[in-house]
């Protein structure tokens, strides 16, 4: 099923670019291990932002070679697409002719994703959301691109391997092992998209959880809060990573915990244990945690939770 992604805000180009200016000065302010753990949350907001900016202006691509279907070219398909109402039949009609053509027009996606011209990458990911795993051939050259020179290239080209789904899961693992950070982090944000296809990729978060680099278990922990399943076998790693000797794992480690909600009944020793940690953010999180966990046990009235 198609995700119409650019309905979800309406919003002009001054709204966008404050967003931006606003995350961007956050994340300027923070310390390299904060900046970091955060790098899978920013390139979340990248994809975001760029889905809302197609719902902007809707830009014409370069018109040469283009795929057609019917007689109409993929730019008008898209321009259908995105006029008609949900759940109607000229949305099913418009969604079955992207995926029609983009399923012949993989190349030419992947040329304009590689490409630095912002309408054309902001086509190809719109039509890799579109199509889903219809679009499984593009995945040996969207696994490529996850190591181009262009940042924003290699961000594009890990939604759009999420956006393609379990197919992907395969090229994803093995990338996940990858000994660039960034690479491995982008495979591992790909992954968490998937959902539940992404289960048999549990353990190696879990393995993670182990590993020497404070970096990398700050990312399983944050990659298995957000996919939260198996909470039989997740819940306890995350819960020895709240002792953790580096402050974001155990943010990390909370933040996710909370996450499983009432399932993670077992952690909270060591949650409660953090409501009263040095650190205010630690803190907040832990309370914030409890809140989703266990809410009454802050008092005898509901918890609230604090602001992120």
Request: glycine letters at 6%; proline letters at 6%.
């Amino acid at each position: 099923m198609a995700i119409n992604a650019s309905r979800i805000m309406k919003t002009n180009g001054k709204g966008l670019t404050l967003l931006a200016v606003r995350a961007g000065v956050k994340f300027a302010s923070l310390g390299c291990g904060c900046r970091k753990q955060l790098f899978m949350s920013t390139i979340r907001a990248l994809k975001f932002l760029f889905i809302c900016a197609f719902a902007v202006v809707l830009v014409d691509p370069v018109q040469s070679a283009e795929a057609s279907f019917h007689h109409q070219k993929l730019t008008r398909w898209l321009k259908l697409y995105q006029s008609a109402t949900p759940g109607t039949a000229e949305e099913i009609r418009c969604v079955a002719a992207i995926r029609a053509i983009g399923t012949n027009a993989v190349p030419q996606l992947i040329g304009r994703l590689s490409e630095a011209h912002l309408k054309d990458q902001q086509l190809a990911v719109r039509v890799f959301d579109v199509l889903g795993p219809l679009a499984a051939p593009a995945i040996p050259a969207l696994t490529k691109l996850l190591s181009h020179t262009n940042p924003l290239v290699t961000i594009l080209a890990a939604s759009s391997l999420g956006d393609i789904g379990a197919p992907a899961l395969p090229s994803l693992m093995t990338e996940l092992t990858n000994s660039q950070y960034n690479i491995a982090t982008l495979a591992a944000f790909a992954i968490v998209d998937l959902g539940t296809n992404a289960t048999p990729a549990i353990a190696v978060f879990l393995h993670d959880l182990g590993s020497s680099s404070d970096l990398v278990r700050e990312r399983a922990a944050e990659a298995l809060g957000n996919l939260h399943l198996q909470p039989d076998i997740v819940v306890p790693a995350l819960k020895h990573l709240l002792t953790d000797h580096s402050l974001m794992a155990r943010c990390a480690a909370l933040s996710s915990l909370g996450r499983f909600g009432l399932d993670a009944g077992t952690a909270m020793p060591g949650i409660v244990l953090l409501l009263n940690d040095p650190d205010e953010y630690v803190r907040k999180l832990a309370t914030n945690a409890v809140c989703s966990i266990a809410p009454n046990t802050l008092s005898r009235r509901p918890a609230t939770r604090l602001p992120d």
